[in-house]
């Protein structure tokens, strides 16, 4: 009997599927390669069913003989382990990002005498009408809300952008970068103070109140489905704090970061020289202590922010905090720097570390930009927030193009750097 071998990523199986399966199962006994959450998190839309229920699903499905979890994209781990005679695939994987892992696939299945067998992919609307039901469930609330903390169950660093509005929002949803076989995009969407009171011309100091932030929030959630992080800046008087949470785990936030100052709070990239003032550890405890109390579920995260290294307190006051706050119920740690390098980051982090292993531990590295992803992770970081880039970049390119109408006295000129009229009308779908 000869083997084959076929791997899947969905979680919404439908008669193309089956025929497929039908198709192969024909060829010899069927292995079929579930890929894992973690897998599919990073290239697809988060799965609405684990690993382990796709798996039971496709184990139940007839001329299906054996189903393994399976930790790549191509399915290349499992076909060196198999060896099977044949590999079937749809079409589908010509056309895009996967092209490289299709070519390993080959030149494996080359040396062993293995066959790919390549059927077209099906194209019927009314499965890409499944597909987008699926997709939008992942922004209802209850759906939506626990993602963080499962992405951080599954992948050792989670990103996060900015988004400030519904436009900003499906950029931080929709944008994606294929390079060198792999997908890239964001996990997560971080809805920053700083951008948020800047799009509306306003300073961030707490004036934009949180019934107008609420505004901008369901903006985005309207628009998006992937999970978000909420800055709640210092979270306001504890008994405001506890309705804050509150709304923000009613609507599906999935955590809110709230940071130890008290008073009139200014941007922590002013440093130390805007007279604000730090909250007291047990004062600040028993606000982290009062907003999870108040939560219904365990889904939605309170992380601690500390700002300790903004306002040169040093290091053993910063790492005392945080041990702190994680006793008093803080879910996650974000430790705040404004150097131009990330030595005292990595140098927190190391030592956070060594007493709390598993405590997610969050940074934003505005002004130690140069740092990668990778040494971040290296010691010990779970969340990465890029909190201003799109702010920014747009607020630069805004104003380029005012100057260059003004300077030419005509819009000509300024339309190489504009979206093209029949795009910017059809960017948003009417339905
Ligand atoms: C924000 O993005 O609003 C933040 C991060 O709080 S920072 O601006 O660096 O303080
Ligand atoms: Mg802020």
């Known amino acids: 009997m000869k083997t084959v071998f076929m791997s899947f990523s969905t979680d919404v199986i439908h008669g193309g599927h089956i025929a497929i399966i039908q198709k192969a199962a024909e060829l010899g006994d069927l292995t079929v390669g579930v890929v894992n959450d973690s897998i599919v998190a990073s290239y697809k839309r988060f799965p609405l069913l684990s690993t382990v229920e796709r798996m039971k699903i496709f184990r139940g499905i007839a001329g299906v003989k054996h189903v393994s979890e399976q930790a790549s994209i191509s399915g290349i781990d499992l076909i060196r382990e198999l060896k099977p005679d044949y590999v079937v695939h749809g079409d589908d994987w010509l056309h ?209 922010r500390i700002e300790s290294l903004i306002l040169k307190q040093g290091m053993q006051d910063a790492l005392s905090r945080a041990f702190a706050y994680v006793n008093a119920g803080a879910d996650g740690i974000m430790i705040h720097s404004k150097e131009k390098t990330p030595d005292e980051i990595f140098e927190f982090c190391d030592k956070f570390r060594s007493e709390q292993p598993k405590v997610p531990l969050v940074v934003v590295p505005s002004t ?17 927030i890029y909190a201003n880039q799109l702010t920014r970049s747009a607020f630069k390119a805004m104003q380029k193009t005012a100057e260059t109408i003004l300077s030419n006295q005509r819009a000509l000129e300024a339309d190489a750097d504009c979206l093209p009229i029949k795009d910017i009308i059809r960017l948003i779908p009417e339905s």
């Open 96 to 304: 895009d990002f996967r092209l490289s892992g299709r070519q390993e696939v080959l030149e494996f299945l080359s040396s062993y005498g293995g066959q790919l067998v390549e059927y077209p992919y099906s194209s019927n609307p009314v499965y890409a009408e499944y597909e987008g039901q699926a997709s939008s469930r992942l922004s209802l609330p209850d759906i939506r809300r626990g993602r963080l903390r499962n992405l951080l169950s599954l992948k050792p660093l989670v990103s996060a952008i900015e988004a400030h509005s519904g436009l900003s929002g499906l950029i931080a949803e929709n944008t994606k970068v294929e390079k060198d076989g792999i997908s890239y995009q964001f996990d997560a969407i971080w809805l920053s103070s700083l951008c948020d009171s800047t799009a509306k011309g306003k300073p961030d100091i707490e004036l934009v109140d949180f019934t107008s932030r609420l505004r901008t929030l369901d903006d985005i959630l309207e628009v998006t489905t992937k999970p978000v992080i909420f800055d709640a800046d210092t979270g306001g008087q504890i008994e405001h704090f506890t309705f804050i949470m509150r709304t923000l785990e009613r609507i599906g936030v999935s955590a809110a970061i709230v940071e130890d100052k008290v008073g009139l709070k200014r941007n922590s990239l002013f440093g130390d020289k805007a007279g604000q003032t730090q909250d007291t550890i047990e004062h600040f405890c028993d606000k982290i202590r009062t907003g999870k109390s108040a939560l219904k579920t365990k889904d939605i995260m309170i992380i601690a």
């Open 368 to 384: 130690y930009s140069s740092v990668c992803q990778d040494e971040l992770k290296s010691h010990g970081v779970n969340i990465v």
